[in-house]
Structure formats: structure tokens, C-alpha cells
């Protein structure tokens, strides 16, 4: 089954079970997949459209909940929150800091990199490879520190 299937499926789920929030959640998770595929000329996401919309969803939701947090709008936040772990799990599994660490010395032997003038070479090669695996500012706080 393929994610879009997947969320298509849970969208049916959430109507069955009567579950309001969860269906909007998802059902704009929905529009912004096919928003992703029409970008690029097709009706129906695949998984990387679908994966893309989810680490862009993921991402928004995380610096909302952030904003309405300073804003001291907490029930805001909450429900930002609930959305980003809701989405979540359509994600693969989240590399552990160990992992991501050894794939990014890997991609600075690969690419040859030694200071920091190197870092978008490396970003270049780390970011699609480890795309939906890991967070673009994760990636990024590892691969300044080691290349120090």
C-alpha cells in the first residue's frame, strides 16, 4: 500500500469513526500532497510527493506551535502539536543521532570536505539522501560541528 493510499484510507477511517479533527488534519495533508503532484505535472501523488507534503506539514507545525507557545496561545499550540504527531506517522522511522552522525562523515569523505567552505557540497549530497529520515536543521547543527 502505498502512502497516499494509506492516507486516503484513513481519511475513510476518520469519517467512520466520527473523528473531526483528525479529518481535517488529514484531509489537508491530502490537499497539499496533490498540490505537491500537480507542481509536477500529475494527478495522483507517489510516495515522495506524499513524503515531501508530510516533512513540509511536519516542519510548519512544529514553528506554529512554536509562535502560538510565545504567543501564549497554548490551546493553539496543542493543536498544532496534535497535527504534527498525527502526521508523523506517515514519516519513516527518524534516524537516531548516531546514524545521522555516520551518514554525514560519510558524505564529507565522499564529497572531499574539510572546512566549513564545503558545507553546501555536503548539503547537496546529505539532504536528499536522508530526506524524510532526519531534520534539515539536525543535519545541518551535526555537519557544522564536524566540520568545526
Not at 502505498?2 to 476518520?14: N, P
Request: proline letters at 3%; hydrophobic letters at 45%.
Amino acid at each position: 500500500m502505498s502512502l497516499y493510499e494509506k492516507l486516503k484510507a484513513d481519511i475513510v477511517t476518520a469519517m467512520k469513526e466520527k473523528q473531526p479533527e483528525i479529518l481535517t488534519a488529514l484531509r489537508t495533508l491530502d490537499a497539499s500532497a496533490k498540490n505537491v503532484a500537480i507542481q509536477v505535472g500529475k494527478k495522483i501523488p507517489n510516495d515522495e510527493e506524499v513524503l515531501t507534503a508530510v516533512t513540509k506539514a511536519v516542519k510548519q507545525g512544529i514553528d506554529s506551535a512554536d509562535q502560538f507557545a510565545k504567543g501564549l496561545r497554548e490551546d493553539l499550540a496543542k493543536t498544532e502539536l496534535f497535527q504534527v504527531n498525527l502526521f508523523k506517522k506517515y514519516l519513516p522511522t527518524q534516524l537516531t543521532v548516531e546514524q545521522l552522525t555516520t551518514e554525514i562523515k560519510q558524505a564529507i569523505v565522499d564529497v572531499g570536505a574539510k572546512t566549513q567552505a564545503d558545507f553546501g557540497k555536503v548539503m547537496k549530497v546529505i539532504v536528499p539522501k536522508l530526506k524524510g529520515l532526519a531534520d534539515g536543521k539536525e543535519i545541518q547543527r551535526i555537519l557544522k560541528e564536524l566540520l568545526g
